[in-house]
Each structure stands twice: as structure tokens, then as C-alpha cells.
Nanobody, 123 residues
Framework: QVQLMESGGGLVQPGGSLRLSCSAS????????MGWYRQVPGKERESVAT???????NYADSVKGRFTISRDNAKNTVSLQMNSLKPEDTAVYYC?????????????????WGKGTLVAVTS
């Protein structure tokens, strides 16, 4: 089992910034990659950014150039720096752990999720 705990969400005006953090504990040897997803009510959860233990990073097109994911392998933490936030970024953000295929760098999410943290971008 892996436990994930997110922090850092909140209310921000358009153009503002927020930083999300996630800490993983438990059976940390089950995964080699971490990521952030988000979900809006009535829509499916979508991948925002993922990072492998080899620092292969993938971003959703909608956040490229605005969001930066980073990982501390020694501490089993992953962060998401979100800049130039837009109203459409409003969602509950979830931390996830997964497996990154070393041959293809494809991220396969595991069924471990944090409780989520709300990011609300509004004027």
C-alpha cells in the first residue's frame, strides 16, 4: 500500500501562482514515477504532469509552459509549480504514483490517489 498526501491548493486570481506538494509513504518500492491529475465535476480525471525516476517528464498540452513538475526521489515527494493560472485550471488536483516503462517512458498510473486538493482560479 502507498499513502499519498497533497497540500498547497487554494483560491487564486487569474494570472497567479500556486505550488502543490505531495508526499508518498508506505510501500514506496511499488512505483518508479509520480504525477499530478485533476478533475472537474462531471468530467473524467485527466493527467496534468508526470515524472519518472529518470526525470522523464510529460505535460498535458493545456499546461505546457505554465506548470512545472519536480520530484525528490530521496524524499518521495513530487511538486507542481503552477504559474499563469487560468479559470479553466480550476479543479481538484490529485497526486498519483505509477510505473514508467524504461523502454518507452510511458506512464502507467497505479490505483493510489491522495484525497485531492482544490485549486480555484477566479477573480
Amino acid at each position: 500500500q502507498v499513502q499519498l498526501m497533497e497540500s498547497g491548493g487554494g483560491l487564486v486570481q487569474p494570472g497567479g501562482s500556486l505550488r502543490l506538494s505531495c508526499s508518498a509513504s508506505g510501500n514506496i518500492f511499488e512505483f518508479n514515477a509520480m504525477g499530478w491529475y485533476r478533475q472537474v465535476p462531471g468530467k473524467e480525471r485527466e493527467s496534468v504532469a508526470t515524472v519518472s525516476n529518470r526525470d522523464y517528464i510529460n505535460y498535458a498540452d493545456s499546461v505546457k509552459g505554465r506548470f512545472t513538475i519536480s520530484r525528490d526521489n530521496a524524499k518521495n515527494t513530487v511538486s507542481l509549480q503552477m504559474n499563469s493560472l487560468k479559470p479553466e485550471d480550476t479543479a481538484v488536483y490529485y497526486c498519483n504514483v505509477g510505473f514508467s516503462d524504461p523502454d518507452t517512458d510511458t506512464y502507467y498510473e497505479m490505483d493510489y490517489w491522495g484525497k485531492g486538493t482544490l485549486v480555484a482560479v477566479t477573480s
